[in-house]
């Protein structure tokens, strides 16, 4: 596996969207609105716009509005533009100290660990990896600051403390990714000492953990431990995946040659019960009568599922059939309850931790 780290800037794209909703809500006769709120909204265009003008824009309403409510906003994004790096990390370590109640503190915190983890600084990394979990009392992506404390962990070699934090997120986590980030590091660390536990490590995360983000990491950790027979069937999956990317000329090549040769080659299949977890559930719907719930549940009785219900306040509950570890065995429960004339919607769960 490449442990690269990933250039925080990357996410710009999907807060481009998520500006553009912003505006949408914000479209509104701008004669209603207060003047900060105005020159907020038209900074965010041109943020969208990736005008030139909007770094300009954004350090001038700061200082023209410096108790506005959209400080903490205009701070967070400036960041997808100002290209200082220690202006940078002024702006969100303000968002972080001076505006708790703030839509950005959490991803400014993940910026900032990010932008730190990009430049090898790793005692920063760690003091505000331990000031993250002692003072943030509300933590939506956990998942994430815990992933970029491994990845300081393992780039500083600090293999015991890594070691310890991984046996712990993977007893106590639920998020899909964490835990299959943890799996993956712990198959790497043990390939020195014991080659055949740790493909089974690896073979359990593409078995349990297929939708990660890490799945091209396993395949592409199999690939360079397998054996002749093996590897041909890893190389086909690796030249259609990203990863294979940024890989250098030999080793695509090498690749390729496995590639086109022929295997009937399986990879086995492993499931370690201690990582089970309830991700997929299929939604029926939502309703305050009782008997109608004890009715739906008994028509699905009918064909072998079993249905449940959970309060989401004082009168409504949530009908549902769940939950799964496995997508496809989601899936096939519903395609099960399609063909018998009912309807649900899959979803997953996206734990914080």
């Known amino acids: 596996m490449r ?26 006769n701008l004669n209603t609105q207060t003047s900060d709120e105005t020159e907020f909204k038209l900074f965010l265009n041109l943020v969208i716009q990736n005008s030139t003008k909007a770094k300009e824009s954004g350090y001038s309403f700061i200082k023209k509005y410096p108790n506005s409510s959209f400080v903490a906003d205009v701070l967070y994004y400036l960041s997808f533009i100002e290209q200082d790096y220690f202006q940078n990390i002024i702006n969100l370590k303000k968002v972080v100290l001076y505006y708790p109640y703030s839509l950005w503190r959490e991803s400014s915190l993940i910026k900032i660990l990010s932008i730190y983890l990009l430049h090898g600084n790793f005692l920063q990394i760690d003091q505000w990896y331990l000031y993250y979990l ?27 403390l890594l070691s310890e934090k991984i046996d712990g997120h993977l007893k106590d986590a639920n998020n899909y990714q964490l835990l299959s980030y943890c799996i993956l590091l712990k198959a790497i660390l043990l390939k020195e000492k014991n080659l055949v536990l740790a493909k089974k490590y690896f073979l359990c995360g593409i078995t349990m953990f297929s939708e990660s983000n890490h799945y091209e990491s396993f395949i592409y950790e199999l690939y360079k431990i397998g054996n002749r027979d093996e590897k041909p069937f890893y190389a086909n999956i690796l030249i259609n995946k990203r990863i294979f990317i940024t890989l250098n000329e030999n080793e695509k090549d ?10 009937s080659f399986i ?16 939604l029926l719907g939502y309703s305050s009568d009782m008997q109608k719930i004890k009715e739906i ?44 004339g009912f309807s649900g919607q899959l979803n997953f769960v996206d734990y914080s931790y």
């Open 3 to 28: 442990l690269k780290i990933k250039k925080y800037f990357i996410i710009t794209l999907v807060f481009s969207f998520i500006l553009i909703g912003l505006l949408l809500i914000f479209n509104e």
């Open 134 to 160: 002692d003072n943030f009392s509300i933590k939506n992506r956990r998942w994430e600051v815990e992933i970029i404390y491994l990845k300081s962990l393992y780039q500083q070699k600090k293999y015991d």
């Open 254 to 263: 090498e690749i390729n040659k496995y590639a086109s040769l022929k295997t």
């Open 267 to 282: 990879p086995d299949k492993v499931i370690i019960k201690e990582y089970i977890r309830n991700y997929y559930y299929i």
């Open 297 to 340: 549940q008994e028509s699905f009785k009918k064909i072998g599922i079993e249905v449940f219900y959970k309060s989401i306040n004082e009168s409504i509950y949530q009908i549902y059939i769940g939950y799964y570890h496995f997508k496809s065995d989601a899936q096939d429960t519903l395609h099960k309850i399609s063909k018998a």
